[in-house]
Nanobody, 117 residues
Framework: QVQLVESGGGLVEAGGSLRLSCAAS??????MGWFRQAPGKQRELVAA???????NYADSVKGRFTISRDISKNTVYLQMNSLKPEDTAIYYC?????????????WGQGTQVTVSS
């Protein structure tokens, strides 16, 4: 079982930026994604990246978030700019199947992002 450790969250004012990191315990060559779960809402996929670097974004974050990965470091990043209060959530990473379903059942603790208005 791969361990995924998210970090980089925090409290930021609206319009600010944060960079999240997801470190894997071993190499993962599959599609990787960032999810988020806000209080009272279902977990949603916000960004994904293939091993070749192709990316996809949810409409709600398109143009503001950028996903990237460093395969040599087994790490995936999420650069979040122009943050809004509605971006407040716990952010998680996971590997993805081609149908965008998450691979690993163990989601880890995630990293909390709080955006104040």
């Amino acid at each position: 079982q791969v361990q995924l450790v998210e970090s980089g969250g925090g409290l930021v004012e609206a319009g600010g930026s944060l960079r999240l990191s997801c470190a894997a315990s071993r190499s993962i060559l599959s599609i990787m994604g960032w999810f988020r779960q806000a209080p009272g809402k279902q977990r949603e996929l916000v960004a994904a990246i293939t091993s070749g670097g192709s990316t996809n974004y949810a409409d709600s974050v398109k143009g503001r978030f950028t996903i990237s990965r460093d395969i040599s470091k087994n790490t995936v990043y999420l650069q979040m700019n122009s943050l809004k209060p509605e971006d407040t959530a716990i952010y998680y990473c996971n590997a993805l199947y081609k149908n965008w379903d998450p691979v690993f059942d163990d989601w880890g603790q995630g990293t909390q992002v709080t955006v104040s208005s």
